[in-house]
């Protein structure tokens, strides 16, 4: 099995993070956030990633965040890694500093 194709259903990824099942069709709604595969039954299968990205936000949720900001900082993570490419190598490391802010890794 590839690292990207789904594996977890949604009783699983629910068991696993500690978010109901309604919550997390309501984030995969709302928030576009996940997007997981469906077998041919139509179930939801979510990859690896995906429950990287659902336990991130449960991370921040938890910090003080609402699921809107944490979703937002996300997007702003990803925007900025997709806009990295050649001459410059290989994609700048970032990590979130203290309080959130974009700071860039050590090399």
Not at 38 to 57: F, M, P, Q
């Amino acid at each position: 099995m590839e690292p990207m194709e789904g594996k977890y259903n949604i009783k699983a990824i629910s068991n696993m993070l500690g978010i109901q099942p309604g919550t997390l069709r309501a984030w995969e709604r709302r928030y576009n956030i996940v997007h997981p595969e469906r077998n041919s039954a139509g179930h939801r299968l979510y990859t690896e990633k995906d429950a990287a990205v659902l336990k991130w936000i449960l991370d921040k949720t938890s910090s003080g965040f609402t699921v809107s900001q944490a979703v937002g900082l996300l997007d702003k993570f990803e925007e900025v890694d997709s806009m990295a490419s050649p001459p410059y190598g290989s994609r700048p490391h970032f990590r979130f500093s203290r309080r959130d802010s974009w700071a860039p890794a050590p090399l």
